[in-house]
């Protein structure tokens, strides 16, 4: 049948390209679904410096290479697409894209992650041109820089200080008067040089012209809003798994994060997950890619037996 597949990749970001690129290569037919642009998380980067074996590379251009290795292989995808229904049920599972029924007899969730964003004026426009989600990713382009930090839990925090190891300095911006996150992580913070606070605040929009110039913050005591120059903006206020699809058909925690074993398995059968919507502490490319390869092997010995 021209819709079914042996199996269905939800997501064609890093963890669902590789598991592409595994499973067409094993001559599984295989079919990557991805709402939106090819590539996920990794488009936002504008460079990458820290994947192995390639010295630098923008997130756009390993995306564009991974889908190319992956269709070279034979796998189909289809991208901007909006995949309306999700049946895992059954032995035959069932994805609905339109008017068409796509079906297989297992599925890889891919569906990755987002980060939360402030919801402010600018922040869209600036996304990966001053703006980031991921010190690890970006943190030495802004080497002797001025930075902000928005946030007041742990990432923030631990994020702020590791930053201090490129940036000239580290300025926090957090809407309480506490913080949320574990005592240790404050006291490393405040005893940094680099890094300073500005609390009880929030940033009220983002400006600038290739790049972000200066963000308004507003004082949330006295709503007093004012401009602050800076080079670069570094955004940890949580983060959200793109798993809303799956909800009632597979194990999900508190986070919304689907639960899996070492195998990339959930506990629905011919049922697998790889990459940021699974249930981790890191995530980064080559996590994601880890993650992908484990799940590929896995559904091929499942679908085989």
Known sequence: MENSYDVIVLGGGAAGLTAGIYLSRAKVKTLILNEGMVGGQMVLTYEIANYPG?????????????????ESFGCDIKQNIN???VDLSGEIKKVVVGEKTYTSKAIIIASGGRSR????????TFKGRGISYCATCDGD?????????????????????????YAKSVTIIHQFDHFQAFEHAIEVAKANEKI??????????????????????????????????????????????????????VAINNYGEIISDNNMSTNTKGVFVAGDV???????????VSDGAIAAVNTIEYIQK
């Open 117 to 124: 964003n402030l919801g402010v004026q600018g922040e869209g």
């Open 54 to 70: 390639i010295e630098l590379t923008s997130g756009y251009q390993l995306s564009m290479t991974m889908k190319k290795q992956a």
């Open 141 to 165: 382009f802004y080497t002797g820089q001025d930075i902000i930090v928005v946030g007041g839990g742990n990432s923030a925090l631990e994020e702020a200080v590791s930053l201090t190891k």
């Open 83 to 85: 995949i309306s229904e």
């Open 196 to 249: 300073s606070f500005i609390m009880k605040s929030s940033i009220d929009g983002f400006y600038g012209d290739e790049k972000v110039k200066y963000v308004n913050i507003k004082n949330l005591e006295t709503e007093e809003v004012y401009k602050k120059e800076i080079d670069g903006v570094f955004i940890f206020i949580g983060y959200a798994a793109n798993s809303d699809k799956f909800k009632n058909q």
């Open 278 to 288: 699974r249930e981790k502490k890191i995530r980064q490319i080559t996590t994601a």
